[in-house]
C-alpha cells in the first residue's frame, strides 16, 4: 500500500474514531477502562493536584473519601449517580496482601470462608446504596498473594449490572440490587507452578451479549450468554490456543460485523460476537497475558510482556486469519491476509506486562511494574521516550486519561500525573495514602479511586 493511500485510511480511521467518542458525554463509565474500554473521558476540566494522604500533611482536592469492607481490585464504575465496586469479604479476619515489589510465585493463605458482595455507592457522597452477596463459600481456588478473590469490575448496561467471580459465578443485578439470574460456570483456575493466581477477566457488554474469558489451562473457553437472562448463546474452546490469561475480553463492533478480541497465548484471538466463529489470530506474546485490547484510531492495539517477549500489535478491524508477522509463522507460508497491511505496525519489545496502556492523541502511553513508562507514536509505532516515574514507583492499575493528562496509579499509595504530548513531564504525585492497584474511573471531571481500603472521589 503506497504512503498517501495509507494516510488517507488512517485519517478516516481517526475521523469514524473520533465521531464514536462524540456520541459519549463523558458521564458513565460503565466498565472496565470505561465507555468503548479506551480508558478516556474528555469534556470536562479534571484536577492534576491533590492529597488524600492525611498523614502527609493537609488533604486537598478529596471531594469524598468511604471504607470499602474486603480485599479487591476491582475497578470502580459509574452508571448515571451510582457506583459500582465488587469485593471479597473474609468470615476470619482481614484477608492478606502482599505490597511492594517481588511477584514471587506465592499462593496466599487466604483460603477460608468468603463472601463475594456486589457494592453500590452514591456518585454524589460516597453513601453506600446497597451490598449484596452473590456467593458465600470457601473459595474454589487459591490467589496470587499480590491479588484477591475479586480481582474483575462489574460491567452495567442499561439497568443491568453484571459480575463476574469466575469460579464463584456470573451474577446479574438490576440497579436497585435486585437479583435478576445466577450461573454457576464451574471452576475456573487460572494456574500457573500449580498454584491458582486468581481470576481477573470482567464481563463485556455489547447490546444483548456478554462476553467472557474462562482461560483455566485446564479447560480454557471463551462464551457468550445473554444479557436478558443469562442463558448461554455459544461456548468455544481455547485448548492449544491459550494456556492462561487474565485479559477482559474486548468487543469491537461497527456495520460489516462485531468482534470479541482476547488476548492470549500463544494466540491472539479474534472471533465472531454472534456465532463464535474466529475471525483472525496472532501467535507471539508474553505468556502471562493480562492488558485488555482497546480500539484507538479506528485500530486494535493489544500488548503484553512476560518471558522472552513484550510485543505491541496494531490490527485493522478488517483483518482475517493468520496475521502473525513473518517471523513468528515458522516458516509457513501464509494463505490468509498478508499480515503487512493486517497489521498496521508492531514490536517484539516494549509493551505492558500487567497495566492495559492507553491511546490519548497521536501517542501511545505504556505503564509497568518497575516505573517505567514508555511512549510510541500510536500510528507509526516511533518510539518516542521510555522514562521512570520515581523512585518506588510501581505501576499494576491500567492508564487512564482526560484533558492533556495521563493518570498512572502506583501500588507504593501515588498517583502520577503525566502530561500527554511527545516530552516527558510529570505534573505531579498525589498522595493517597493506601496502595492503588484499581484503575481508576472518571465521571464529568470526578476522579474515583479505588485504594486498597477505601473509594476516593477526587474533584
Same mark, same amino acid.
Given at each position: 500500500?503506497?504512503? %498517501?493511500?495509507?494516510?488517507?485510511? *488512517?485519517?478516516?480511521? #481517526? ?21 468503548? /474500554? ?12 491533590? +492529597? ?9 482536592? #478529596? ?14 464504575? #459509574? ?13 476470619? /479476619? ?10 514471587? =510465585?506465592?499462593?496466599?493463605?487466604? +483460603? ?5 458482595? #456486589? ?12 451490598? &449484596? ?10 490467589? @496470587? ?25 456470573? @451474577? ?62 455459544? &461456548? ?20 460489516? &460485523? ?24 496472532? &501467535? /507471539? ?25 513484550? =510485543? ?6 478488517? $483483518? ?36 492495559? =496502556? ?7 502511553? *505504556?505503564? +509497568? ?67 492503588? %492497584?484499581?484503575?481508576? $474511573? ?14 476516593? $472521589?477526587?474533584?
Amino acid at each position: 500500500m503506497n504512503l %498517501f493511500r495509507q494516510s488517507c485510511l *488512517l485519517l478516516a480511521c #481517526v475521523g469514524i474514531a473520533l465521531a464514536a467518542r462524540g456520541a459519549d458525554d463523558g458521564t458513565d463509565w460503565p466498565s472496565f477502562r470505561g465507555p468503548g /474500554g479506551d480508558g478516556v473521558a474528555d469534556g470536562f476540566p479534571v484536577r492534576s493536584e491533590w +492529597n488524600a494522604d492525611a498523614q502527609a500533611g493537609n488533604v486537598a482536592g #478529596v471531594l469524598w473519601r468511604t471504607e470499602v469492607p474486603g480485599l479487591s481490585h476491582s475497578s470502580p464504575v #459509574v452508571s448515571g449517580n451510582r457506583i459500582f465496586l465488587a469485593t471479597a469479604i473474609a468470615s476470619d /479476619g482481614k484477608a492478606p496482601l502482599k505490597v511492594g515489589r517481588g511477584g514471587r =510465585p506465592d499462593a496466599a493463605d487466604d +483460603n477460608g470462608e468468603q463472601s463475594w458482595v #456486589v457494592l453500590c455507592y452514591d456518585k454524589l457522597t460516597g453513601a453506600e446504596l446497597w451490598r &449484596r452477596i452473590a456467593c458465600q463459600r470457601q473459595p474454589r481456588s487459591t490467589r @496470587h498473594a499480590k491479588a484477591t478473590h475479586a480481582n474483575t469490575s462489574v460491567a452495567v448496561a442499561g439497568n443491568n449490572a453484571v459480575a463476574f467471580f469466575g469460579s464463584e459465578g456470573l @451474577h446479574c443485578y438490576d440497579l436497585d440490587g435486585t437479583l435478576k439470574w445466577s450461573r454457576d460456570l464451574g471452576v475456573i483456575n487460572i494456574s500457573k507452578y500449580g498454584i491458582g493466581w486468581g481470576y481477573a477477566s470482567s464481563p463485556a457488554i455489547h447490546k444483548d451479549y456478554i462476553a467472557i474469558v474462562c482461560d483455566d489451562p485446564e479447560n480454557p473457553f471463551v462464551a457468550t450468554l445473554r444479557l436478558s437472562d443469562g442463558e448461554e448463546i455459544w &461456548r468455544v474452546s481455547r485448548q492449544d490456543i491459550c494456556v492462561r490469561s487474565w485479559g477482559t475480553p474486548f468487543i469491537h463492533s461497527t456495520p460489516k &460485523r462485531t468482534q470479541v478480541v482476547i488476548n492470549g497465548w500463544p494466540w491472539i484471538v479474534s472471533y465472531n460476537l454472534k456465532t463464535g466463529d474466529e475471525l483472525w489470530r496472532i &501467535r /507471539g506474546g508474553g505468556d502471562n497475558p493480562v492488558p485488555t485490547p482497546f480500539e484507538a484510531h479506528g485500530l486494535i492495539y493489544v500488548t503484553s510482556a512476560h518471558g522472552a517477549q513484550s =510485543p505491541i500489535f496494531v490490527v485493522r478491524p478488517e $483483518a482475517n486469519g493468520d496475521i502473525s508477522p513473518p517471523d513468528d509463522t515458522d516458516g509457513e507460508e501464509e494463505e490468509e491476509e498478508d499480515s503487512s497491511t493486517a497489521i498496521v505496525w508492531s514490536t517484539t519489545r516494549g509493551g505492558a506486562y500487567m497495566s492495559t =496502556p492507553v491511546v490519548y492523541g497521536d501517542y501511545l502511553y *505504556l505503564g +509497568n511494574p518497575n516505573g517505567v513508562v514508555r511512549c510510541f507514536h500510536a500510528l507509526t509505532g516511533e518510539k518516542i521516550y521510555e522514562q521512570r516515574l520515581g523512585t518506588g514507583a510501581t505501576i499494576l492499575a491500567s492508564l487512564v486519561a482526560a484533558e492533556g493528562k495521563i493518570y498512572c496509579a502506583s501500588e507504593n499509595g501515588t498517583v502520577y500525573v503525566v502530561a500527554a504530548g511527545p516530552e516527558f513531564k510529570v505534573e505531579a504525585q498525589n498522595k493517597m495514602g493506601q496502595p492503588c %492497584f484499581a484503575t481508576p $474511573a472518571i465521571s464529568e471531571g470526578v476522579l474515583f479511586f479505588r485504594t486498597t481500603e477505601s473509594l476516593l $472521589a477526587i474533584k
